[in-house]
Structures are given as C-alpha cells and as structure tokens.
C-alpha cells in the first residue's frame, strides 16, 4: 500500500502533469495538498476533528477503497465520546459496489465545486486532496487488483470466519504485527497463465469467461 511520501510524490506529479491554465490553486495550497491533506483519509485515525469534516462516509464506512470492501480499517471510525475521539467498530452492512463508488465520487465532486464557487479555496483544496488519496490507493498494484469477486490482501479475512465475539478481528488485524516473511524465490506461473513474466509481464489469464477476466503479472 502506498505511503506517505509515494502519496506525497504521486499527487505532486498529477498536479504538475496539468496545463498552466489548470492550475488554479495558490502555491500554498499545492504544496498543502501534497504534503498534507492529500493524506486525510490515513491520518484521518489519528486526527479525527481536522479530517473528517472533508472525508466521505457512505453507511457509516469511509470512502476509501474502490468499490468498498468492508474489511480492516474501512470497519472502523472515530467517535467523539465524553469529549475524546474513541475508536468504534461500525456495523458489517454488505454494500453495493457501484452506488458506493457512485456516492463516493459524486460527494467530492459537489463539496470540491460548491468551495471554489464560495472561493473557499482551502476547503476545495482539502477535499481535492482526499479524492487523490481515494484514486491513488486504487491505482496501485495491491488495491488495482481488488474489486468485484477480485483478490486483495485483505483474502484470508474471507476464508476465515473470525471466532463468535469477535467479529472485528480478522486475520488481516490479528497478523498486522508479524514482521516480513521470507517466501523465498518465485517461479514461473503456471502454465495456463501463459509465457512467464518476463517474456509478457502484463496479459489476461486465459481460460475464464469473457465477463470474468483475471489479470496476471
């Protein structure tokens, strides 16, 4: 998953790949939105009061993966309780992937207009850098393989049913402390995924319905 400085790094190359034109935003606030919110949706757990006001919640889940997968953090939010923000589980409500995307989407793009039209430029710039953090989490390779019937790291939490009493203890929580596994070299894929990767390092995995592809890498 990608880190701060990668999401740092990405943002900064999305907003200087813009025509001059497009550039809109004071220097204060680019440098903002790379350096800061574009990391809302992280640091969101441990800055609830300055993040959330510019974070999407669809079924009390944060908008984060893409389509939503209710797993791991997505299944956690701050509460303001007795005055200090509490860490609560949320409920594991099963939810449809494109309406999610689709409120998601439409939530950042209405809160980032109504602040430019304001002139509100700093809140536009900080929802602007909570929408990049959403696109850039799911344009790298971990998450770009998720979605409908698709594989995350998050897999053994669907194999595994966690124990009565602790539905919110997956094994993606339960390992998070073990440090790096050694797994050694990897061989060649099978032979039904075609030639090895590096004769084709990129090619749709053979054998699967039209409506159903893999991707192999």
Same mark, same amino acid.
């Given at each position: 998953?990608?880190?701060?400085?990668?999401? !740092? *790094?990405?943002?900064? *190359?999305?907003?200087? *790949? &813009?025509? $001059?034109?497009?550039?809109?935003?004071?220097?204060?606030?680019?440098?903002?939105?790379?350096?800061?919110?574009?990391?809302?949706?992280?640091?969101?757990?441990?800055?609830? &009061?300055?993040?959330?006001?510019?974070?999407? /919640?669809?079924?009390?889940? $944060?908008?984060?993966? &893409?389509? =939503?997968?209710?797993?791991?953090? =997505? =299944?956690?939010?701050?509460?303001?309780?007795?005055?200090?923000? %509490?860490?609560?589980?949320?409920?594991? !409500?099963?939810?449809?992937?494109?309406?999610?995307?689709?409120?998601?989407?439409?939530?950042? /793009?209405? %809160?980032? !207009?109504?602040?430019?039209? +304001?002139?509100?430029? *700093? +809140?536009?710039?900080? /929802?602007?850098?909570?929408?990049?953090?959403?696109?850039?989490? =799911?344009?790298? $390779?971990?998450?770009?393989?998720?979605?409908?019937?698709?594989?995350?790291?998050?897999?053994?939490?669907? &194999?595994?049913?966690?124990?009565?009493? %602790?539905?919110?203890?997956? $094994?993606?929580?339960?390992?998070?402390?073990?440090?790096?596994?050694?797994?050694?070299? /990897?061989?060649?894929?099978?032979?039904?995924?075609?030639?090895?990767?590096?004769?084709?390092?990129?090619?749709?995995?053979?054998?699967?319905? %039209?409506?159903?592809?893999?991707?192999?890498?």
């Amino acid at each position: 998953m990608p880190s701060a400085p990668i999401h !740092s *790094s990405l943002t900064r *190359s999305l907003i200087r *790949s &813009l025509a $001059p034109a497009l550039q809109v935003l004071p220097g204060s606030e680019i440098e903002a939105i790379c350096a800061d919110y574009c990391l809302y949706p992280d640091t969101y757990y441990g800055d609830p &009061l300055r993040t959330e006001p510019y974070l999407c /919640f669809i079924d009390g889940i $944060p908008f984060h993966y &893409l389509p =939503n997968e209710p797993v791991e953090c =997505n =299944n956690w939010r701050m509460e303001m309780r007795g005055g200090v923000p %509490k860490l609560v589980a949320t409920p594991l !409500s099963e939810n449809i992937h494109h309406r999610h995307c689709r409120v998601g989407l439409t939530f950042y /793009f209405e %809160k980032i !207009s109504a602040a430019l039209l +304001d002139a509100r430029i *700093s +809140d536009a710039a900080q /929802f602007m850098g909570a929408l990049c953090h959403v696109l850039e989490d =799911n344009t790298l $390779p971990i998450h770009a393989v998720e979605g409908f019937d698709g594989m995350d790291v998050f897999a053994l939490d669907r &194999l595994v049913e966690p124990p009565e009493g %602790k539905r919110h203890s997956p $094994p993606s929580l339960l390992l998070a402390g073990v440090g790096p596994v050694d797994v050694g070299a /990897f061989g060649d894929p099978p032979a039904c995924w075609g030639p090895p990767p590096p004769r084709r390092p990129f090619m749709p995995i053979p054998g699967f319905p %039209k409506w159903s592809p893999r991707i192999a890498f």
